[in-house]
């Protein structure tokens, strides 16, 4: 049960798109569609922004958007807000019944 | 209103054991897998563990494997983490998280506020 590897930080201008890439391995994203990710400001309770890889809950804007290619799933949030400036997290099932985050990534909007 | 409200955190000793309490309403609780979720301080999440719907399934994160235990009362819609031979490496915000599956593997869409767990002699 190794932590999925994200950066821990990007940053971005108003107005432009950013990335963030969660690796992990044949054991857990590669092998399951069952990627989420969340959003976490200071002091409050995490936020889920995209489940099963790609999909969007209800709520959730548009412009945030995941993808997955080989054992490496994405969140990309285009048309960079100032309230998108938070910790994201992204988590995968792992077989067994485990699950597993990822060390999170700070997002600085400038 | 969907909510999920922890309680039981708290002050213990190393080695010393605790129980964390999840009440859930506004939803069918039996209807979905539940999970325990950790942050400690200024650090990232950690998933602790998870149970499935009907309790058939559980998994356990290797940090805490043999040590806690998770269990579920459908008819009291609530959650439990017992917690036991604490280390100072427990000290964290626990979080109870609600699974969109039966199974310990979907994205947890509703989470509570958290109960603190300090272990420190």
């Known amino acids: 049960q190794s932590a999925l590897t994200q950066p821990a930080s990007v940053s971005g201008s108003p107005g432009q798109s950013i990335t963030i890439s969660c690796t992990g391995t044949?054991?857990?994203?590669?092998?399951?569609?069952?990627v989420s990710w969340y959003q976490q400001h200071p002091g409050k309770a995490p936020k889920l922004m995209i489940y099963?890889?790609?999909k969007r809950p209800s709520g959730v804007s548009n412009r945030f958007s995941g993808s997955k290619s080989g054992n490496t799933a994405s969140l990309t949030i285009s048309g960079l807000q100032a309230e998108d400036e938070a910790d994201y997290y992204c988590?995968?099932?792992?077989?067994?019944?485990?699950?597993?985050f990822g060390g999170g990534t700070k997002l600085t909007v400038l | 209103e969907v909510q999920l409200v922890e309680s039981g955190g708290g002050l213990v000793q190393p080695g010393r054991s605790l129980r964390l309490s999840c009440a859930a309403s506004?939803?069918?609780?039996?209807?979905?897998?539940m999970h325990w979720v950790r942050q400690a301080p200024g650090k990232g999440l950690e998933w602790v563990s998870g149970?499935?719907?009907?309790?058939?399934?559980?998994g356990y994160a290797d940090s805490v494997k043999g040590r806690f235990t998770i269990s579920r009362d459908n008819a009291k819609n609530s959650l439990y983490l017992q917690m036991n031979s604490l280390r100072a490496e427990d000290t964290a915000l626990y979080y109870c998280?609600?699974?969109?599956?039966?199974?310990?593997?979907?994205?947890?869409?509703?989470w509570g506020q958290g109960t603190m767990v300090t272990v420190s002699s």
């Open positions: 998280a609600k699974d969109t599956y039966t199974t310990v593997a979907g994205a947890f869409d509703i």
């Open positions: 044949s054991s857990d994203v590669g092998s399951y569609n069952l």
């Open positions: 099963e890889g790609s």
């Open positions: 149970i499935s719907w009907n309790s058939g399934s559980i």
């Open positions: 506004g939803f069918t609780f039996d209807d979905y897998a």
């Open positions: 988590c995968s099932y792992a077989g067994s019944s485990t699950k597993v």
